[in-house]
């Protein structure tokens, strides 16, 4: 599996943001749960959120609850992460991860495929 993420960018303060990541494989896009994890500089990279391959089940990390949204269309082999209210501390490299396992996993280590990562930027 290739991903390939994109849609990161530099926002103000309180400013939105979508991230798209489109997968390219030979399986079937909905068969893998996907995540978003994201790293800051000087810190280690950490789970933001996750999806079912439905997109019936979400798992969100506590510090973006309620303002960063998953999403996806498995017709177009892509999910997305959007961001709303966006603060300084959001400031990270974001990288999507696909996962063949039968369950919505916050590991790291669980996932199998990761893309290149695509660089948010928020300005205070």
């Known amino acids: 599996v290739q991903l390939q993420a994109s849609g990161g960018g530099l926002v103000q303060a309180g400013g939105s943001l979508r991230l798209s990541c489109t997968a390219s494989?030979?399986?079937?896009?909905?068969?893998?749960?996907m995540g978003w994890f994201r790293q800051a500089p000087g810190k280690e990279r950490e789970f933001v959120g996750a999806?079912?391959?439905?997109?019936?089940?979400?798992t969100y990390a506590d510090s973006v609850k309620g303002r960063f949204t998953i999403s996806r269309d498995n017709g177009k082999n892509t999910v997305y992460l959007q961001m709303n209210s966006l603060k300084a501390e959001d400031t990270a490299v974001y990288y999507c991860?696909?996962?063949?396992?039968?369950?919505?996993?916050?590991?790291?280590?669980?996932?199998?495929?990761w893309g290149q990562g695509t660089l948010v930027t928020v300005s205070s």
């Open positions: 999806t079912s391959g439905s997109g019936g089940t979400t």
């Open positions: 991860a696909a996962d063949r396992s039968g369950y919505v996993s916050r590991i790291l280590a669980q996932y199998d495929y």
């Open positions: 494989s030979r399986r079937t896009f909905s068969s893998f749960n």
